[in-house]
């Protein structure tokens, strides 16, 4: 009796062990992540990781579009989350844009390889020890192979689709004024409303925020008032959200474009390459790139949303261009095309 007593005694204290050292475990902290290519076809991306041991259970995959996410439970970032922790080899530089690193939830970490194409491709997931003799510390193994998905040619297959054009700024707010005086608040309205008529003759229903020089919601309201006005303009079928600026700095060298999307937002993302992909296509600016940000617009969107800086208004040459008729029209085109592109490729979901 005493003895059973015993028995069950010891083993609810390994249980009771048991479940601590999964709840409580301190979790691994990643320390590095290489990308680099393994042969022709095979992208291997290693991330390294301390004090903790990882396994099948705690990592999952998944490709998307041109994005593989990885999450990892039971870790910390650690100083990956800035860019020094990861490195990209030059020879997996051709193939990817950019890797991000973020604690989406307490102790679990995701991690997110930006190709600069969409792939499809194979994943495969394995573990390494620690090597001292090698200097490689404990590390998740993950090989991609990858196989591009090529654009088909455009066919629309049907007149449904809702376009939110939001030409930045208006009314009271002028938005950024270049050194002769235009306005972004113009450019932005006149380059959203050629946009409108191209996507309309594709066969697309445009809804605009604005369609003259007005205050969406009133002159003077709180930023985030107006920002609101805007994103309420969006009927809710509405399939994409594209809002139209122009960038703006101190100094008047500053130059180029970007295209931005929502933290984590792969359909987001997805406009936001492809926006990018058709302003780079169109030429006379540098790309500055695809970046994640949490503008107001984008994060209450309810449909992908994407925000696109036109150029630099700040900068004499770019200030020019986008208030040339000729170049305004170019960056509409490049926006349908981007739209046309977005849903193109809607099988890829
Ligand atoms: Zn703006």
């Given at each position: 009796?005493?003895?059973?007593?015993?028995?069950?005694?010891?083993?609810?204290?390994?249980?009771?062990?048991?479940?601590?050292?999964?709840?409580?475990?301190?979790?691994?902290?990643?320390?590095?992540?290489?990308?680099?290519?393994?042969?022709?076809?095979?992208?291997?991306?290693?991330?390294?990781?301390?004090?903790?041991?990882?396994?099948?259970?705690?990592?999952?995959?998944?490709?998307?579009?041109?994005?593989?996410?990885?999450?990892?439970?039971?870790?910390?970032?650690?100083?990956?989350?800035?860019?020094?922790?990861?490195?990209?080899?030059?020879?997996?530089?051709?193939?990817?844009d950019?890797?991000?690193?973020?604690?989406?939830?307490?102790?679990?970490?995701?991690?997110?390889?930006?190709?600069k194409?969409?792939?499809?491709?194979?994943?495969?997931?394995?573990?390494?020890?620690?090597?001292?003799?090698?200097?490689?510390?404990?590390?998740?193994?993950?090989?991609?192979?990858?196989?591009?998905?090529?654009?088909?040619?455009?066919?629309?297959?049907?007149?449904?689709?809702?376009?939110?054009?939001?030409?930045?700024?208006?009314?009271?707010?002028?938005?950024?004024?270049?050194?002769?005086?235009?306005?972004?608040?113009?450019?932005?309205?006149?380059?959203?409303?050629?946009?409108?008529?191209?996507?309309?003759?594709?066969?697309?229903?445009?809804?605009?925020?604005?369609?003259?020089?007005?205050?969406?919601?009133?002159?003077?309201?709180?930023?985030?008032?107006?920002?609101?006005?805007?994103?309420?303009?969006?009927?809710?079928?509405?399939?994409?959200?594209?809002?139209?600026?122009?960038?703006?700095?101190?100094?008047?060298?500053?130059?180029g474009m970007e295209t931005y999307h929502?933290?984590?937002?792969?359909?987001?993302a997805r406009l936001a390459r492809l926006l990018n992909e058709e302003l780079e296509r169109l030429?006379?600016l540098?790309n500055r790139g695809v970046k994640?940000?949490?503008?107001?617009?984008?994060?209450?969107?309810?449909?992908?949303?994407s925000?696109i800086e036109l150029?630099?208004?700040?900068?004499?040459?770019?200030?020019?261009?986008?208030?040339?008729?000729?170049?305004?029209?170019?960056?509409?085109?490049a926006i349908?095309?981007a739209?046309?592109?977005?849903?193109?490729?809607?099988?890829?979901?």
């Amino acid at each position: 009796m005493l003895r059973k007593i015993l028995t069950c005694f010891s083993l609810l204290i390994v249980f009771t062990l048991a479940a601590t050292n999964t709840a409580f475990a301190k979790p691994a902290e990643i320390t590095g992540i290489n990308a680099f290519n393994l042969d022709k076809e095979t992208v291997r991306i290693e991330i390294s990781y301390r004090g903790g041991k990882l396994d099948s259970s705690d990592v999952s995959t998944s490709l998307n579009l041109g994005i593989l996410s990885v999450e990892m439970h039971n870790t910390l970032p650690g100083r990956v989350s800035r860019i020094s922790g990861t490195q990209i080899e030059s020879g997996a530089r051709d193939s990817i844009d950019k890797i991000l690193a973020n604690e989406t939830q307490p102790k679990l970490t995701k991690v997110q390889i930006q190709f600069k194409s969409f792939l499809e491709g194979d994943v495969q997931v394995s573990f390494e020890p620690s090597n001292r003799s090698a200097k490689k510390s404990d590390r998740v193994i993950i090989d991609v192979k990858v196989t591009e998905i090529k654009d088909e040619p455009f066919e629309f297959d049907g007149g449904d689709r809702v376009i939110v054009l939001d030409p930045g700024h208006g009314g009271s707010d002028a938005g950024a004024i270049g050194p002769s005086g235009v306005t972004e608040k113009y450019v932005s309205l006149e380059v959203s409303l050629k946009a409108r008529d191209l996507l309309t003759a594709s066969g697309y229903q445009v809804v605009m925020t604005r369609t003259t020089d007005i205050d969406v919601a009133a002159p003077g309201v709180p930023d985030s008032t107006e920002l609101q006005a805007r994103v309420d303009k969006a009927p809710p079928n509405a399939a994409l959200f594209i809002s139209v600026h122009c960038n703006a700095f101190s100094n008047g060298k500053a130059n180029g474009m970007e295209t931005y999307h929502a933290p984590m937002a792969v359909q987001g993302a997805r406009l936001a390459r492809l926006l990018n992909e058709e302003l780079e296509r169109l030429g006379g600016l540098s790309n500055r790139g695809v970046k994640a940000a949490r503008f107001y617009v984008m994060t209450h969107s309810q449909c992908p949303a994407s925000l696109i800086e036109l150029g630099f208004i700040t900068n004499p040459r770019e200030e020019q261009l986008l208030a040339s008729d000729d170049y305004q029209q170019k960056l509409a085109q490049a926006i349908t095309n981007a739209v046309n592109r977005y849903f193109n490729q809607g099988g890829y979901e």
